[in-house]
């Protein structure tokens, strides 16, 4: 199960153990902060780093960064997390990817309900149901068909027309009858959004995204200023990248954005509109907590305002729920689903907070050692995000596991700890 939920959310240096570093930020808790400190710090499931935001009504009422963005070697210096420190965010990418898309709607440059294949120029039919059309609801609400058994990620000079076949396809059955999570149909979404614009992904979502908010992000490391560059986040775990043997004991090893010896490398040769899998559309966003806080914000209706209060309406709104026998939970992971958002009823099973109170809407992400979350409750305007760089040990062992979610010990733990520290 493990290997299998870290499949769908990921798409994605020798240190010493010591105690986590604590960086300061604009809002302090200070009850909060020895809290998480200690949730950080503990060595059943140590993490290599935490950036966190809460917001309260609309407005940022706690921030908090613990730990090591880099974790030093061969004598390189230790970096300590910062509140504008970005972070590679895993499968929350989708959710971005989406409103990028829902401004394509809004423009009438595309539609959730035609037919993907016109836009791709070529066609997307799963071959065991041939008359039935897959739709851009489809792929937002993982009900395609589309399956990630056979890859969702590909290189530049990869197209995907050339890479969709038969054995891509799910045979139980056709688009919009069944859910099952997969990565593959974003790297769709991506594609089509560059036929529809001209427009390379990752270039496109900075116009109708990352410029219109004034973030600090991007979705290749290459592509990022160097300030951002120079405060990107490390990815760890206590495993070797390729297994999944675990050693607690033994050093922090790097998984992704370790360019202390190698800078990023550029894509420069690529068509437009073939396959936008490089830039992932799944889970390639690198962007901070404090960032992602002026994202939350805008879904909240407060801060700038990117798309119409009808058009998130839509986005939140619930599409699929699970009856038992419509699709693929996850072994619980997945219930409800929005267009391009996880949905969690504050229910046995669904609850984020030990207590509950805290009804929400979302994305999850796991992807080479980051464990990320973003939920917030639109109707009072409250939310949390928590960005984990990398743990110790395997977060859904079944010592790590939570008590009353899907989530791992420590995400219920943060979550809880912000909750009712800072939210309430």
Avoid at 164 to 187: E, Q
């Amino acid at each position: 199960m493990n290997r299998h939920r870290r499949h769908l959310l990921g798409m994605a240096l020798l240190g010493a153990t010591g105690p986590l570093l604590a960086a300061p930020s604009r809002r302090r808790i200070p009850a909060l902060d020895v809290e998480l400190r200690a949730i950080a710090a503990d060595p059943a499931c140590e993490l290599a780093s935490l950036s966190v935001l809460a917001i309260r009504a609309g407005r940022v009422c706690y921030a908090g960064q613990f730990g090591r963005r880099f974790i030093g070697h061969d004598g390189l210096p230790d970096k300590p997390v910062s509140p504008g420190t970005l972070f590679r965010i895993a499968s929350i990418s989708k959710l971005m990817t989406t409103l990028g898309l829902l401004r394509l709607v809004e423009d009438d440059k595309a539609a959730l309900d035609a037919d993907v294949s016109g836009y791709l120029g070529f066609t997307l039919r799963n071959p065991h149901f041939p008359d039935q059309a897959i739709t851009l609801r489809h792929l937002l609400t993982h009900t395609s068909s589309l399956r990630d058994d056979a890859g969702y990620s590909w290189g530049a000079d990869v197209a995907l027309k050339d890479v969709i076949d038969a054995k891509m396809y799910a045979t139980n059955a056709g688009p919009g009858a069944f859910f099952t999570y997969c990565n593959l149909g974003w790297g769709v979404i991506g594609t089509v959004m560059e036929r529809i614009t001209g427009e390379r992904f990752d270039r496109l979502m900075r116009r109708l995204l990352i410029e219109p908010l004034g973030l600090q992000a991007g979705y290749l490391p290459a592509e990022l200023p160097p300030a951002a560059l120079a405060n990107l986040a490390t990815l760890y775990r206590k495993r070797t990248v390729d297994t999944e043997v675990w050693d607690p004991a033994g050093p922090w090893i790097a998984q992704a954005d370790d360019y202390s010896v190698k800078g990023p490398s550029a894509i420069d040769r690529y068509v437009v509109g073939t396959n936008a899998t490089p830039f992932s559309p799944t889970g390639g966003l690198r962007i901070s907590a404090r960032d992602m806080g002026v994202v939350m914000r805008m879904l909240m209706g407060d801060g700038p305002h990117l798309l119409k209060p009808a058009t998130l309406d839509l986005m939140f709104s619930r599409q699929w729920t699970y009856d038992g026998r419509n699709g693929d939970t996850a072994d619980g992971l997945f219930h409800c689903w929005g267009l391009g958002n996880e949905q969690f009823p504050d229910e046995a099973g669904t609850r984020l907070v030990e207590r509950g109170g805290f009804p929400a809407v979302g994305h999850l992400g796991d992807a080479y050692g980051l464990m990320s979350v973003f939920v917030l409750d639109r109707q009072r305007k409250n939310g949390m995000i928590a960005l984990v760089g990398g743990t110790s040990t395997d977060p859904f062992a079944p010592a790590n596991k939570g008590r009353y979610s899907s989530l791992a010990r420590f995400q219920e733990r943060i979550l809880t700890a912000l909750y009712e520290h800072a939210v309430t």
